[in-house]
Nanobody, 122 residues
Framework: QVQLVESGGGLVQAGGSLRLSCAASGRTFSNYAMGWFRQAPGKEREFVAT????????YYADSVKGRFTISRDNAKNTAYLQMSSLKPEDTAVYYCAAGRYGVPGVGEYDYWGQGTQVTVSS
């Protein structure tokens, strides 16, 4: 089992920045790829970004490419999502997830956090 806890969400104005953190405990963090997903009210959960177990491979949704950066610190068992140039359409609950492979599919991840709310005002 891997337990994941997100933090860092909040209210920010459009154009601002936030950094989300995902603290992991349980099984060896460095064995897993990590992903960030988000879900807005009335919408399905969607892929945001993923990073390989080593941190050398990353992949982003087109909607966040160039604005968001995913990273990880295996020594601290923590993954991050740095969000810049935020837009109102980025408003959602953001979830981190751990899986065997760094791929975009929601179903490819075995463990999920409880989510953290990000609200971007216009």
């Amino acid at each position: 089992q891997v337990q994941l806890v997100e933090s860092g969400g909040g209210l920010v104005q459009a154009g601002g920045s936030l950094r989300l953190s995902c603290a992991a405990s349980g099984r060896t963090f460095s064995n897993y790829a990590m992903g960030w997903f988000r879900q807005a009210p009335g919408k399905e959960r969607e892929f945001v970004a993923t990073i390989s177990w080593s941190g050398t491979g990353t992949y982003y949704a087109d909607s966040v490419k160039g604005r968001f950066t995913i990273s990880r610190d295996n020594a601290k068992n923590t993954a991050y999502l740095q969000m810049s140039s935020l837009k109102p359409e980025d408003t959602a609950v953001y979830y981190c997830a751990a899986g065997r492979y760094g791929v975009p599919g929601v179903g490819e991840y075995d463990y999920w956090g409880q989510g953290t709310q990000v609200t971007v005002s216009s």
